[in-house]
């Protein structure tokens, strides 16, 4: 294990680039697939300076856990190869000091971080970087490209290398890659493609320098502070670093992103387990802090579903939001009522509706879309269809004649029905309350929330119905079932005493 500066033929990357900052372009290979539970068994680092001066490092790792065959196939890493090999451990402090304060650049490289993040944590360190994907880069410079994957760029861009699949080989071949995309891209393109995914930050003067340095990677809640410390702003992220610069990245900033950033002088932030937890949390502070630039706090008002009543075609508009709702009845498994959501507000039902009766020549009039309808039904008027001139869609062929009685109420609530089901508000799987555990394995984080019919109990107390948890509840019960530990009973002396 050696540490090499300047050496012979390492990829030139030209001056404008460096001025970036540091790169490291980093390269792992592994024991398989899983940061978690996979191990190391070879790392390498080609570090370019703002100079242009290169450092490269490589060494073998000793997994401690066996090496599978098909990856010691895919590699060439045999056990007898790292069975004298340092541990983690043992090369930690050198890994770390050519990543410090360096964008880490890998191919794929949410596989790279993840597996140096676990490794670090194992070591005892606490790690995080500005990650570049040349994945990303490759498809935002190069869009008409079918693949982006290393061998496809070896390919493409005629580059030359040795020990493919080899950590050291691999790394040199990535910065071959961006090196030539700046021969053929000019080094500007590159670096504004760069800055873009990075969402480089250009932080308000009244912030400290290294306001941002210490943001973790993981889902989490932040707040942006204004003057006498009053909340300005209050927001969730699946990756709290990556959403909390991109306020301040100057090509993915919005007017309300500008005035925040006149306004603010301090941010906080705190690290959530998963994503459920982040919204709950996010939820929880919106209403005890009353941010003055939330929208946040109007939304759970303005949400609602949209129910069809007995006999009818046109479909109501049901507020969920602060409304206590028959939610046994809207999610029962087995005799649901029809109800469709959740939307943002009326105005988003109404959008939907529109397109899916366009979509399914269903007629416009009988789903409330007329204002004429709409008044005769609030007067408590007969709207037979007998009476009724033909609609607008029937006039040019995109309506089946509900309007003028050539097709049933009946017919017509039926093919609503059917052309509406993916947006069915779904039954709620489970006989009773449910568990969800998030576990955050980077960051050693647990925590256990309580959910009964789409809607988060907290202290026994359901609380108002939530349409991004209720999403984020629907693929989760989809994908991952075993997920939730359904509780016996749900008593009103608060949920956490199931789980103490």
């Not at 090999?85 to 794929?108: I, K, M, Q, R, W």
């Not at 869609?393 to 003028?404: A, D, K, L, N, P």
Request: net charge neutral; charged share 25%; hydrophobic share 40%.
């Amino acid at each position: 294990m050696s540490v090499t500066t300047d050496p012979q033929g390492t990829p030139f990357l030209p001056p404008a680039l460096l001025a970036l900052g540091p790169f490291a372009f980093i390269d792992v290979e592994t024991t398989g697939m899983q940061p978690r539970d996979d191990r190391l068994t070879e790392i390498a680092i080609l570090r370019y300076d703002r100079s242009g001066r290169v450092e490269q490092w490589s060494s073998l790792v000793n997994p401690g856990v066996p090496i599978p065959p098909d990856i010691q196939a895919m590699t060439g890493i045999t056990p007898a190869m790292v069975k004298n090999a340092p541990p983690f451990d043992a090369v930690a402090a050198t890994a770390c000091s050519l990543l410090e304060g360096a964008v880490l650049v890998a191919h794929n490289a949410r596989f790279d971080y993840g597996f140096i993040k676990h490794a670090f944590r194992r070591a005892g360190l606490r790690f995080t970087a500005d990650v570049l994907c040349t994945v990303r880069l490759s498809r935002l410079l190069y869009p008409d490209a079918a693949r982006h994957g290393l061998d496809q760029l070896i390919e493409r861009h005629r580059l030359i290398g040795t020990d493919r699949h080899r950590a050291l080989g691999d790394a040199a071949l990535t910065a071959g890659f961006v090196a030539a995309a700046c021969s053929e891209r000019g080094a500007d393109s590159v670096v504004a493609a760069i800055r873009r995914l990075l969402k480089t930050p250009s932080l308000p003067a009244q912030l400290p320098p290294h306001a941002l340095d210490d943001l973790p990677d993981g889902p989490g809640v932040y707040v942006f502070y204004g003057v006498n410390d009053l909340p300005l702003y209050i927001g969730k992220a699946k990756h709290l670093r990556e959403r909390v610069r991109a306020h301040f990245s100057s090509d993915h900033r919005t007017a309300n992103d500008v005035r925040l950033s006149r306004e603010l002088t301090r941010i906080e932030w705190f690290p959530t387990a998963g994503e459920i937890g982040a919204l709950v949390l996010e939820s929880r502070w919106v209403k005890s802090r009353a941010p003055l630039h939330n929208v946040a706090l109007r939304r759970h008002a303005r949400a609602g579903l949209l129910t069809l009543p007995p006999e009818r075609t046109e479909p109501a508009f049901v507020p969920v939001g602060e409304r206590h709702l028959e939610w046994d009845a809207l999610t029962a498994r087995d005799s649901a009522p029809p109800a469709w959501g959740p939307f943002a507000d009326r105005a988003a039902a109404r959008r939907w509706l529109d397109a899916l009766a366009q979509a399914h020549r269903l007629c416009p009039r009988a789903l409330g879309l007329e204002a004429d309808l709409r008044a005769r039904w609030a007067q408590g008027q007969d709207t037979g269809s007998d009476a009724r001139s033909p609609c607008f869609s029937r006039q040019i062929g995109r309506c089946m004649g509900w309007c003028v009685g050539e097709e049933s109420t009946e017919a017509h609530r039926e093919r609503f029905i059917a052309a509406a089901d993916s947006m069915r508000l779904r039954a709620w799987p489970w006989s009773g309350p449910v568990v969800l555990e998030e576990v955050d394995h980077a960051n050693g984080r647990c925590e256990r929330l309580v959910f009964d019919r789409w809607l988060l109990v907290e202290d026994g107390v359901h609380q108002p119905f939530d349409r991004d948890i209720y999403r984020l509840l629907v693929r989760l019960s989809e994908r991952t079932p075993e997920a939730f530990v359904e509780l016996p009973a749900l008593r009103s002396t608060a949920a956490s005493e199931e789980l103490d």
